[in-house]
């Protein structure tokens, strides 16, 4: 008659060779909470920082928008694009402000020379860019006058000559102040500087922070400076995408793919970017710790079957079979992982949780990893403790009631 092993019968076997030793089984399982709860808390920074970024992405540079003109064919040709066209764009749904420009070559910055009130003996020559402008270049390029003021659509409209610096061009030029009405010479047509920029925040016009902006008028008269160049956008949260589509349209009606759009990427493809990025840089962590994780079943277990031999030895002799000892080390091996797996689990969500919070994100993490954790750990175990099951069943009862060694 063929020995048969009742599940209750091995569940019992189960749960006292795991009981037996409480201190070991402890420190087994918490190999395997340390790999699960590494993957989960990899999982979900990962995601909860490339949420973070895009959201942040989103709240700054998803806002701007840049087209760029190309020059007329011909010198006589009418411009690509019109200066008045930009009151266009700036009438369309979502624009919150907009301004164009047009900047000297480079090679051919004109000759720059400031005379102060103050040290009329003081002469400062630097060949620096300077830029043709509309009024709304400052809300546009994200920047802010830190003395005097920009110029604006009266100054436009008479055609004064008038000049804002940027401020490394001022500091260049040796102008700390304007209250004294101080003049720069462009290739020696003086301009009253009105105003001096504070920093640039789009980084893409951080040009402006050494030119000479004056208004594009009068730059067109004194230094024929031509159309317009450049067109810069700033748009509310969301409306980049559609404004970069109409933008070359109300620029130019009759041409509009002509015009070079530079709008910024889809946020939701950044944010899946950096995630895939950071769970790829710090997966590896965790699956070294799961695999650290299961090297400490698969050893504990194979001292346990060690230790065992005379009771594996005995129950050979009252008749059960190898795959009965096999199964019962091999379910030991899968209860402790399983164990490691579910306590693993919830300390992950735990802590990406306290990492969010003290670093003032909302956290995110998808239900996928914390539920197929307790089965990864499960299936470590049974990995793990393949070997040690197999060389327990393999024992025969002679050698094993003898006892190791």
Known sequence: MRSRLDPRDLAGEVLAGIAVRPARTVLTVLGTVLGIG??????????????????????????????????????????????????DLARLNGVEAAAAYVTTQPGKEPDVRANTVRDPGRVLDRVL??????????AAARTTVAAGRFFDTGHITRRDRVAVLGAQAAEQLG???????PAVFVDGTPFTVVGV?????????????????????AGADALHLGPA??????????????IAEQAPVALSPNDPAALTVNAPPDPAALRTGVADDISGLLLILGLVSLVVGGLGIA?????????????????RALGARRRHIAAQFLLESAVIGLLGGVIGASLGVVAVVLVSVGRGWTPVLSLAPVLAAPVAGAVVGLVAGLYPALRSARL?????????G
Do not use: H, K, Y
Request: proline share 9%; charged share 15%; aromatic share 2%.
């Open 299 to 315: 050893n504990v277990t194979l001292v346990t079957v060690m230790e065992r031999t005379a009771e594996i030895g005995l129950r």
């Open 229 to 242: 160049r450049t067109v810069v956008v700033t748009t509310a949260l969301g409306a980049a995408a559609l």
């Open 38 to 87: 590494a993957l989960v808390t990899t999982l979900g920074v990962a995601t909860t920082a490339g949420n973070q970024i895009a959201g942040r992405f989103d709240a700054a540079t998803a806002t701007e928008v840049t087209v760029d003109i190309p020059e007329p064919i011909a010198p006589g040709s009418p411009p690509v694009v019109a200066w008045e066209s930009l009151d």
């Open 129 to 138: 860019p300077v830029v043709g402008a509309t009024a709304d270049l400052p």
């Open 175 to 181: 102008l700390t102040r304007i209250d004294n009405q």
């Open 396 to 404: 025969q009862p002679v050698e094993a009631l003898r006892g190791p």
């Open 197 to 217: 920029l504070a920093a640039v925040g789009r980084p893409d016009q951080q040009a402006l922070a050494g030119s000479v902006i004056v208004p594009w008028t």
